[in-house]
């Protein structure tokens, strides 16, 4: 056994953050424990790669959901990353923060120091934007955002076109003065590369003699003297080992993993725990709970025109982007699916966009074993337009199933569980059929694909829905912080309620899901929890 001043579990997006930020100084010792491996990887570092990574258990914990109701009884797949940089090295690149009114929410919510203006610093602070510093935009970060204007496919355009005919305005940055709008998607790539957390911040930090990262360390629980967190026990090699913190243990797994590792340790929901005869070491009934999730769905159809499809699908096609992102590491292979997106309100009483949509300018209709057939797509020329909800207001839970550390946790989503998520989805699919039905989409549209024009009325678009939504891979709150112990687990300092030596920095501590992608938001509030640990630690 070894003492460092903090042991991390997981090296995610805050996890990566939280392992630079505190051995900056050389005068703190890190451990960052993770239970997957290597990023260095093709199909990880290829940004379109991640249709490859979407099931392969080599950097991919393939969860799967409980069958839910509100998704037509479908048990959703879960991908989360298990490699350093954890999801930012298999997501979708999309570089969106949330907006301004997400954050003021949690202030509001008694979580001092949430407030935009207080995570603006620290957004500005992580970026290193290309299309140049401004009031909200940084430079100089170690997190590279390509800014792809310049770059979209030509059917993106007839998408922005025909979305600002159905009534949306021109938004040139979703992450500026304001989010409503479309726009084309900034995205976390620099030189046709994903810009992983752990490429931003771990692996250049590694170099550091304070900082030990472990793979393959599977975390199986916390170690307490009393209340007091003062190490972790892990898996490696086939081994049991442990690593003792001086100072803290951050658990940094994310919001699937950190849940599940707060109640194998005995801090949790009393009766689950003791239902699976693990000694209760603090009582906390939301652990695993409050969980909030962004649901989607895409519309789909057949065009006159030539889109990514056919430049995707062949042999020929597949060599030539190949090449081309080799050699020059740009074209389809250097970018996401999701090129042009944007944000709109449901009804205009809505105080804020409660919608986010996005476009592909090429559709995956017909399923591929083994892999999300992002590259290889349908043998037609098709094109998507999606959408998922901002603020559900449904909420599912995160629950261990046994005392086993490496038995995969119950993941209930409870989607659609309310009429107003139910309500809000129906009128949103009914605004997809107005952006296509205006001219610069509607003259290029052969047919509907999916879910096809039969499908008309509000109880059969809801069926639709409920029968083809899914996660779009962005779970929160389940650590969630607030100032009270009965409805939160981590104070506004991200210390789990009733227990020292111990906090939670990581999106499940989200007090509510914020409007677009949460991966900004995720490194974001590691930026901010190591800045709270360094200050409680210098005083």
């Known amino acids: 056994m070894q003492t460092y001043d903090f042991v991390i ?69 879960w991908p989360r990353g298990k490699l350093l940089g954890g999801s ?9 923060r949330g907006a301004r009114e997400d954050f003021d ?70 992450n500026g003065a304001r989010q409503e709008g479309v726009g084309v998607y900034q995205i976390s790539t620099r030189n046709g590369r ?19 990262v472990e793979t393959g360390a599977h975390a199986t629980r916390i170690l307490f003297d009393g209340r007091r967190a003062v190490g972790v026990e892990y898996r490696q090699n086939g081994e049991t080992k442990r690593a003792l913190s001086g100072r803290e243990v951050i658990v940094s797994a994310g919001s699937v993993n950190s849940p599940q590792l707060l109640q194998l340790s005995g801090v949790g929901p009393a009766e689950l725990l003791a239902g699976l005869d693990i000694p209760v070491v603090q009582a906390l009934e939301n652990v695993g709970r409050n969980l909030q999730d962004h649901q989607g769905i895409n519309y789909t159809w057949k065009g006159k025109v030539p889109t990514l499809n056919q430049i995707l699908r062949p042999w020929w096609g597949k060599a030539l982007v190949g090449t081309r992102y080799l050699l020059m590491r740009t074209g389809p292979l250097s970018m996401s699916m999701n090129q042009g997106g944007g944000f709109f309100r449901t009804d205009p009483d809505q105080p804020r966009p409660n919608m986010q949509l996005y ?18 797509p349908d043998p037609w020329p098709g094109f998507s337009i999606g959408l998922s909800n901002c603020r559900p207001s449904s909420r599912g839970e995160i629950m261990i199933r046994s005392a086993d550390p490496f038995a995969a946790p119950r993941i209930s989503p409870n989607a659609y569980s309310t ?29 509907e694909v999916l879910p096809g024009p039969s499908i008309t009325s509000d109880a059969d678009l809801i069926q639709d829905f409920r029968k083809r939504s899914g996660t779009v891979y ?33 999106a499940s501590i989200f007090p509510d899901n914020i409007a677009g992608n949460t991966n900004a938001a995720s490194i974001m509030t590691g930026w901010k929890g190591a800045q709270m640990v360094l200050e409680d630690w210098s005083q």
Not at 88 to 96: G, K, L, T, Y
Not at 156 to 173: I, K, S
Request: with cysteine; glycine share 8%.
């Open 105 to 174: 929410a949690w202030e509001a919510a008694g979580n001092p120091g949430w407030g935009y203006r207080d995570v603006l610093p620290a957004f500005k602070a992580i970026e290193h934007n290309q299309a140049g510093a401004d009031e909200w935009r940084g430079q100089d970060g170690p997190v590279h955002v390509t800014d792809n204007r310049e770059k979209i496919h030509p059917l993106t355009r007839r998408y922005l076109a025909a979305a600002q005919m159905a009534g949306l305005p021109l938004n040139e940055d979703f």
């Open 359 to 376: 476009f592909q300018a090429f559709s995956t209709v017909i399923p591929r074993s083994g892999e999300r057939p992002i590259l290889s």
């Open 474 to 506: 962005h779970p929160v709150s389940t650590c969630r912080m607030g100032p009270d112990p009965a409805r939160a687990v981590v104070d506004p300092r991200l210390r789990v309620h009733g227990l020292s030596g111990l906090r939670v920095i990581d």
């Open 194 to 212: 994903r810009m992983s957390a752990a490429r931003a911040f771990l692996l250049p930090a590694m170099r550091r003699k304070n900082l030990r």
């Open 419 to 447: 009429n107003e998520d139910v309500s809000e989805m129906l009128d949103a699919v009914k605004f997809l059929r107005r952006i296509a039905a205006q001219p610069p989409i509607a003259e290029i549209i052969e047919e």
């Open 9 to 77: 579990v997981g090296s995610g997006s805050a996890g990566s953050v939280l392992a630079e930020r505190l051995s900056a100084s050389g005068r703190l010792s890190v451990l960052v424990l993770e239970a997957g491996g290597s990023d260095r990887r093709f199909y990880v570092q290829m940004p379109l790669g991640y249709g490859k990574t979407f099931f392969d258990p080599a950097v991919n914990w393939n969860y799967r959901a409980e069958p839910d109701s509100g998704l037509a009884g479908n048990a959703d797949h």
């Open 88 to 96: 930012s090295s298999i997501n979708a690149m999309v570089w969106i």
